[in-house]
């Protein structure tokens, strides 16, 4: 049997399908874990998703990695800097297929976006996670992050509390 090899690129303009599909699977099986909601983000026009993959795939101040398992998406992580000129990036977004887990795929996509963050100067890289989330704190904090200081409700869900984590460059 062969196994599949992972190669985790830059978004590109050609990918708002899949991104979109990826994205909507990702909030629609596990809400708990982000932000935003798929009702939300399902509601968006196609001009809307068609900027946010350009801007990733080619603009300075946004990046999203995908992450492929023979071609096929199984895997995602932004980054964007908030404000012009900050040398502070922030990570977002980060989802792995369950059928895909425990295999390095997410350890590859926060490096995909730390090393885009070095590229656009920044210094230090950002990101909020739900307090009970163990596997992505787990990942984490295996990456280097260490607590911020901050915490918020989850803007999707206020029963839940997000730690902040930072990791310098
Ligand atoms: C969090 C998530 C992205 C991890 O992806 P993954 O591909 O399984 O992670 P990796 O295989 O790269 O794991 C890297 C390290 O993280 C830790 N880790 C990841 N999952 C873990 C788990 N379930 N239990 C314990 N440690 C875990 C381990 O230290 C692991 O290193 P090791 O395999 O050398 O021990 C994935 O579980 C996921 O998509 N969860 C749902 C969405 C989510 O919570 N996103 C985060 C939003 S902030």
Redesign the pocket.
């Known amino acids: 049997m062969e196994v599949p090899s992972i190669v985790v690129r830059r978004v590109s303009s050609a990918d708002v399908a899949a991104f979109r599909q990826l994205r909507l699977r ?1 909030l629609r ?2 809400p ?3 932000a935003s909601t798929e009702e939300r983000e399902a509601a968006e026009p196609p001009s809307v998703w068609r900027q946010r993959v350009d801007r990733a795939a080619s603009g300075d101040d946004a990046f999203i990695a995908l ?1 492929e398992a023979d071609g096929a998406p199984v ?1 995602m ?1 932004g980054g964007r800097i908030r404000d012009a000129g900050s040398r502070e990036a922030g ?8 059928a ?11 490096r995909a976006v730390e090393d885009w963050a070095v590229r656009a100067g920044a210094e230090t890289l950002t ?4 307090r009970s ?11 280097g992050f260490v607590p911020a200081g901050a915490t918020q409700p989850l803007p999707s869900d206020p029963s839940l509390l ?1 730690v902040q984590l930072s990791k310098r460059l």
Do not use: I
Not at 100 to 110: A, E, Q
């Open positions: 990702a099986e596990d708990q874990a982000f992450a895997g992580a990570l977002w977004g980060m989802w792995v297929d369950p895909w887990r425990s295999r390095g795929v997410g350890r590859l996509l926060v990101l909020w996670v739900v989330n163990a596997s992505a704190l787990a990942l984490y904090r295996a990456s997000e």
